[in-house]
């Protein structure tokens, strides 16, 4: 039985947007992060739509890392579009090595390839792990003279 039963109406709006969702989307986490909220789910949530684990999926969205380059298709499809893939400048040189390998859709193999130096290393790189100055310095110089262009967001 209604609160009032003299009242038959029903009110109806579009929901507010939340508060959280992100103003600028710099990078893929903004995206992921937006797209779960509109969907109101949590993390978990939104993890086991993807089919990944929680862990990479909170990774992923805060931008400590970006996911590997057979998960693109799979994001794309669940956002219904291909953001662009970006990291901020201030970001620790492993991390923006692996963004410019993903963007220029190289595995770790064929980027260690044109760096001039082994895929262990440059993995170890991409993970956080320490690697001598000079490896940094001719990764660091790689990524600098070889940016390409990186594709806006598109739609899939």
């Known amino acids: 039985m209604p609160a009032l039963p003299i009242c038959h109406w029903t009110l109806r709006a579009p929901k507010a947007p939340s508060p959280r969702l992100p103003e600028r989307l710099h990078h893929l986490g903004d995206h992921l992060k ?16 993807l089919k990944i684990e929680v862990s990479s999926y909170c990774r992923w969205e805060k ?4 996911p590997e380059l057979h998960r693109r298709d799979q994001i794309a499809a669940h956002l219904g579009y291909r953001p662009p893939v970006s990291v901020p400048p ?7 090595a692996r963004v410019w390998r ?10 260690a390839g044109r760096a001039g130096v082994d895929p262990k290393t440059l993995g170890t790189l991409e ?4 690697v ?25």
Do not use: C
């Open 90 to 96: 201030d970001a620790p040189l492993g991390v923006r």
């Open 63 to 66: 931008g400590v890392t970006i």
């Open 132 to 156: 001598s100055q000079a490896t940094r310095m001719v990764i660091g110089t790689l990524i600098a003279t070889n940016p390409g262009t990186v594709p806006s967001a598109t739609k899939v």
């Open 102 to 111: 993903v963007s220029h859709g190289l595995t770790i193999a064929q980027a």
């Open 127 to 130: 993970r956080g792990g320490h």
């Open 34 to 49: 937006r797209r779960r909220l509109e969907l109101g789910l949590n993390r978990t949530g939104m993890a086991k739509r």
